[in-house]
């Protein structure tokens, strides 16, 4: 394990990662996940209305899975990086 991921839950005060620090696309990755953790209860209400029923969100769910796993494999590993 590295040394921010200790048995002590406030080890992760002792970790310094910057925004230099961090690649353009995962910060990409970031802003879009905030973004569309934001909106999508708004968007699945709003299928849920037209819909009139759960079909919609269900896909608005299968579509976020798989932009997930889009991002997940285009992310790089950072594992042996200097922190």
Known sequence: ??????????SFLN?????????GPLSVFQVAAALGGG???????FLQ??????????LLLIGIAFMTLIATLFALETEHDRL
Do not use: E, F, K, Y
Not at 1 to 10: K, T
Not at 15 to 23: F, G, R, Y
């Open 1 to 10: 394990m590295g040394p921010c991921l200790g048995c002590n839950p406030l």
């Open 15 to 23: 970790c310094s990662v910057h925004a230099s620090d961090i690649p």
């Open 39 to 45: 909106v999508s209860q708004v968007l699945a209400t």
């Open 49 to 58: 209305d037209q819909t009139g029923g759960t079909a919609g969100v269900s």
